[in-house]
Every structure is written in C-alpha cells, then in structure tokens.
C-alpha cells in the first residue's frame, strides 16, 4: 500500500472518480463556475467524497502544477465493505468490538484513534464518506501503522450505520458528556458499537437521539473534556477490563 497521492486537474479527477479510485478529499478553488467544475461538483455529491472550497493558494501548496483550480488525494488504503465485514464479525465466536467516528476532523486523532483501536482489538472502524477526516500521511504516521490492520468502513451516514449495527443485535453507545451515567455503569460483554464525536461538538445530536445509551468519563479537574482520542482510549480499554474478567 502506497503513502497518499494528490492528483489535479478538474477532468483527470472527474475519471478517477468514474473508476472507483479511493478519493480521500477533494479541495476545489472557491469561485469557478465553468461546465467542467460544475459536472465535478455534481459528481462529488452523488458519490458523497469530501470536499472544501480553498483559496488559490492553497491549491498550490498540495500542487505546484497546473491544477485547474482542483486537487484530489487519494487514499493510501482500501476500505472494505460495511455489511460484509459487521456479519463476518458477527458470525465468529467472540463479541464484536466496532468503533463508529461521528464528523471527527483531525487526522492526528484519527491516527491515536486507529492505533487504540487496534492495540484493543476493535474489529472495524466506521467512518461517514463526507464531513470526517480524511486519511493522510499524518494519520498513518500517527497510527504508527496501525491502519494497515485493521478494516476501516466507509458508509453514507453514521445513522444508516446505527440502523443496521441495532438490526444486527449490537448495542451502540455514545461517548458524550450530555449523560449522567459513567462508562463504569454499562455492561460490553457482547456485542458494542461506540460513537466518538468530533474535537469541537461532540457526536451530533441526531446520532445521540438514535443511540441505545449515553456513558462519560468522570471527570475531577478544572478542565471539563479530554482530547478525542485519549476518550476513546479510556472507553475502550474499559470494554477490553469488562472481556477479561474470569
């Protein structure tokens, strides 16, 4: 598996979109208006990639060449299919372990977030296709390679994911603080999704109505909320505590 590649130009990223390359984020100059950037436009949002709008300059910054006013990355792994891989998981002998990221934005905390994971032994990530951190050098950097071991999903929406994860007999649970029961408080010996939210909001409040429980982490000092992925990594490792008590 290669590190990220950026490609440019409006039309080469329009054919690799048609030919299912892993497009991992796409930056668009803000202001064109040509036929060209309209049919990518369109095409972006009916396969659902990410996207910002960028001044000029900093598509020259991920490109120094003629880049048309758009520049792709594509990303340095394949994500695998979701249903697939939740009944694979689903049908073995031990209890599912999944990890469902709501709107997270920084690479690095996805990078802690994947190297967690993996050291915990969570059976699959799931992130949306927009609106979430792409997957960068950075991020494998941060995962310290953990990213090529373990299956990372990606879906439409989180909610169809929580649908379907409930369907399958998983209970999902969200890490919020807008609860007033305490991770220590729920029992994840079988089957568990945890939702983590993004740095700045949280898990939307549209995935916190869908959830099937609330749980946070007590909290003593002056500051009131941790880092993403240092959270993620207190609630996981209590499911790991809870899975290995005689």
């Known amino acids: 598996m290669s590190k990220e590649t950026n490609i440019y130009g409006t039309r080469a990223i329009i054919e690799a979109i048609k030919a299912n390359k892993e497009i991992g984020k796409i930056y668009l100059q803000k202001?064109?208006?040509?036929?060209?950037?309209k049919q990518l436009e369109r095409l972006i949002k009916e396969e659902g990639i990410s996207v910002s709008y960028v001044p000029e300059e900093k598509l020259y910054k991920l490109s120094s060449q003629n880049h048309q006013g758009a520049v792709a990355t594509i990303s340095p792994i394949r994500f695998v299919d979701f249903s697939q891989t939740i009944e694979t998981v689903l049908g073995g002998t031990k209890p599912g372990l999944f990890l469902l990221l709501d709107q997270l934005s920084d690479v690095r905390n996805f990078g802690a977030i994947i190297r967690t994971a993996e050291c915990t032994g969570v059976d699959a990530i799931?992130?949306?296709?927009?609106?979430?951190?792409p997957v960068t050098d950075d991020t494998i950097k941060t995962s310290a390679g953990a990213i090529f071991n373990i299956p990372i999903c990606k879906v439409d929406h989180i909610k169809d994911a929580i649908f379907y994860l409930q369907g399958s007999g998983v209970q999902v649970v969200a890490a919020t603080e807008k609860t007033d029961d305490l991770i220590?408080?729920?029992?994840?010996?079988n089957h568990t999704a945890i939702v983590m939210g993004?740095?700045?909001?949280?898990?939307?409040?549209?995935?916190?109505?869908?959830?099937d429980a609330k749980a946070k982490l007590p909290m003593s000092g002056k500051i009131s909320s941790l880092n993403v992925s240092v959270a993620c990594g207190a609630f996981l490792y209590e499911i790991v505590r809870q899975r290995n008590i005689n």
Do not use: R, W
């Open 31 to 37: 202001g064109l208006a040509n036929p060209l950037s």
């Open 198 to 211: 993004s740095e700045g909001k949280g898990v939307t409040s549209g995935v916190l109505k869908l959830v």
């Open 126 to 133: 799931i992130i949306p296709k927009s609106g979430g951190a």
């Open 184 to 189: 220590y408080d729920h029992d994840f010996k």
